[in-house]
Every structure is written in structure tokens, then in C-alpha cells.
């Protein structure tokens, strides 16, 4: 876009200093970032975004949301008499006039938000800084445990594995592009049917009354965080999808894109493989800050929680795969099949550490 365009949609807002600059920041693929730079050293430079309304069909509900935590965690933050709290949590700038935290500009949703100086965002993470991006989910987690305010489910049934299984069977029933015959497509039918009781357990235990919702992050990607230069995280970023859900959207979401070895379209089959020392320290820093809390059935159940991410984004993409490529950008033919065969043999890995991770969560409740 050009910048005389963007300057017009920023000068919406309240901000402080004039705007020197703006050009294009990241690489996400749902929503447009861009970096807006003050000409006065004195006042914060801003990030401004266009929401994706076809992802996030009710940008109202997604701000009103985003607007709870925040003020939430600044609270809390204050109330423990942290430092430095304008770079651990994110602070949206409202409209100039009533006071919103987005404005629609010929169909478009936009916000802006202040730009968190001298913290980096990470692809990859070693066990140290797993180890702190645990104890930072947890801490989320826990900072809103009290929220007096009920969030809306911004992407209706998002990590609902009963309802993503549906919506594969549906297709596999459409067949829209021909797809379901493949032998590689048979087999992964297979593979996930076998598991398809087991894996939507999680529903049947919220139904009966025994596996709560709180109010998750559900996008808890290594990237998703800004780091420090000491590896601490300062605060979680990309609050579209906070949500309520069970606690093993965070915890399951991260060790899927973190515990890899390789990436989630990485081809090679057999080198992707579950790291349990990722896991290891993650879960040690997840349950030093989470514990208080959680429920004896959330602890015992975060080693199916670390299999049901695989399993669902498996599930996914194959839908995605089977729909004709409508969801994820694919760089070439077979691209989804690619990324689903790959989250399936990170469900096998994740499947033979069971034993291993039970035990070392057993070892952390123990201290
Ligand atoms: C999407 O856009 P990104 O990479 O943050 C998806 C996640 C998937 C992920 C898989 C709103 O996230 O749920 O896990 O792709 N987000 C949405 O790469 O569908
Ligand atoms: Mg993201």
C-alpha cells in the first residue's frame, strides 16, 4: 500500500509525535503488519495491522476480547509491582473520536498498537528459553484465571477436535478435487480414524462436567513471543485467538511447533522426531507457574494434550489437502498433504515418549 494511504488510516488514531515512516513488518500470513516510525525519539513508534475478516469474521468480538486481557494483565502486572510493564503487555491506541481500538477503512479492519522497543521474536527455541516460554504461557494462563469478564469464541469450535474431525469426514464424503482415492490419503484416513475415539476425549470430559474452559492464548507458536536479550520473554503477542478452551490448546500448540525437530513441512519423514528436552523444559516451567491452579485432570491428561495438537493440525491440513488448498498458502501441489504427514509422524514420535513424559511429570509434582 502506499504510504500517503497508510498515513491517512494512522492519523485515525490517538497517537503521539508525527509519522515518518511506515513500512512493512514480519512475515504472518493472516493479518498485514507494518511498522509505523515517529520522527521524535521521545514518543514510541506503532504497529499497525489489518485484520483478516474472512479468518476472523467478528474483528468487534476479537478487539473487545483483546481490550479484556490486556487491561487484565496490566493490572495484575501493576498489582505485583513489575517494571517495565509497557513492554510486557500489548497496548492498543483507541480512535480519535469514541474511543475504539480498531476503524474500518473502505471494508478493511485496522488497529495500532505501541511497538515494544529492543525485543526479538524467535523461529526456534533452545530448552533455556522453552523453559521461560512455559513459565510465560503459564503465567498467562494464570493472570486471567480471575477475568471478571466472559470472552467470546472468536473463531467458533477452532480447537474443537470432534468438530474438525467432522469437517474431514465431510469432505472425504464431497471428494471436491478427487483427492480421496490416493493410496498416501487412504492410509492417513486410516491412521487418524484409529485414533479418532481417543483423541476427542477432551469433549466428552467437558460435557461431562469435568475438564473446564479458561481462557487460553490458542496460538502459543514459538513466534508468537517477544523475547528479551537475556531469553525471558516479556509478553505473548497475537491475541486474535485468545479464547476459553481446555488449558491443552497452550500447552499441546507450543510443543507441536517447538518440540519438532523439523519444520511442519519439512519432507523428510524420518527426520522428524519429538524432543523430549524441549518437552522437559517447557513442562518444568509450564507447571512451576501453572500448577497452582490446574486441576489434577488437566495435569494428568498434558501428555494427550502434547499428542492432540499433531493429531489436529494432521487432521487440518489433510481437510485443507482434500478441499483443494483453500486455507494455507501451498508453494507447490502435494504442499498440505506434506505438512499432515508430517504432524502424523510427530503424533507417532510423541506417542512412543508416552511413558517417558508421564514419568517426568510425575518427577516435577514430586519437588
Ligand atoms: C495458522 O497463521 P498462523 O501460522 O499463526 C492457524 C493455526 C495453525 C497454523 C499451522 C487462525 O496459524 O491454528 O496451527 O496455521 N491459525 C488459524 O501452521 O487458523
Ligand atoms: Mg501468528
Keep these: 500500500m502506499e504510504q500517503d494511504q497508510l498515513k491517512t488510516i494512522v492519523s485515525q488514531f490517538a497517537i503521539n509525535g508525527t509519522i515518518s515512516e511506515i513500512k512493512p513488518l514480519g512475515e504472518g500470513l493472516i493479518n498485514d503488519t507494518y511498522k509505523v516510525i515517529t520522527a521524535e525519539a521521545s514518543e514510541p513508534d506503532y504497529v499497525l495491522q489489518r485484520v483478516n475478516h474472512h479468518v476472523f469474521p467478528d474483528v468487534d468480538m476479537v478487539m473487545r476480547n483483546i481490550e479484556a486481557v490486556t487491561n ?55 530448552p533455556d528459553s522453552s523453559r521461560h516460554a512455559g513459565r510465560a504461557f503459564g503465567r498467562f494462563q494464570a493472570m486471567l484465571a480471575d477475568i471478571p469478564v466472559e470472552l467470546g469464541e472468536t473463531i467458533k469450535d477452532f480447537h474443537n477436535m470432534e468438530f474438525r474431525l467432522e469437517q474431514l469426514r465431510e469432505v472425504v464424503a464431497k471428494d471436491p478435487v478427487g483427492r480421496v482415492s490416493e493410496p498416501q490419503v487412504q492410509r492417513l484416513l486410516q491412521e487418524i480414524d484409529a485414533r479418532a475415539y481417543e483423541m476427542t476425549k477432551a469433549e466428552r470430559m467437558g460435557r461431562e462436567g469435568i475438564l473446564p474452559k479458561r481462557v487460553c492464548h490458542c496460538d502459543t507458536k514459538v513466534n508468537n513471543m517477544m523475547f528479551n536479550d537475556r531469553d525471558e520473554v516479556l509478553c505473548v503477542i497475537d491475541l486474535d485467538t485468545v479464547m476459553p478452551n481446555f488449558i491443552f490448546s497452550d500447552y499441546g500448540d507450543f510443543l507441536r511447533t517447538a518440540a519438532n525437530t523439523v519444520a511442519e513441512d519439512n519432507a523428510d519423514m524420518s527426520a522428524v522426531q519429538f524432543r523430549m528436552d524441549i518437552f522437559k523444559a517447557f513442562t518444568d516451567g509450564y507447571l512451576e507457574s501453572a500448577r497452582s491452579f490446574l486441576l489434577p485432570v488437566e495435569i494428568e491428561n498434558l501428555p494427550y494434550a502434547t499428542a492432540l495438537f499433531p493429531y489436529m493440525q494432521c487432521v487440518r491440513f489433510l481437510w485443507d489437502y482434500l478441499s483443494g488448498d483453500k486455507y494455507w498458502k501451498c508453494q507447490y501441489p502435494d504442499h498440505n498433504f506434506v505438512r499432515a504427514n508430517n504432524q502424523f509422524h510427530l503424533l507417532k514420535s510423541v506417542e512412543a515418549h508416552f511413558p517417558q513424559m508421564e514419568a517426568f511429570i510425575r518427577e516435577c509434582l514430586e519437588v
Excluded: C, S
Design 72 to 126: 487484565h494483565i496490566r493490572m495484575k502486572l501493576t498489582e505485583a509491582g513489575e517494571d517495565d510493564i509497557e513492554r510486557k503487555v500489548l497496548r492498543f491506541i483507541p480512535v480519535k473520536d469514541g474511543g475504539k481500538l480498531y476503524t474500518i477503512i473502505d471494508g478493511n479492519y485496522w488497529r495500532l498498537m505501541v511497538f515494544i522497543p529492543n525485543a526479538i521474536t524467535k523461529q526456534a527455541v533452545d
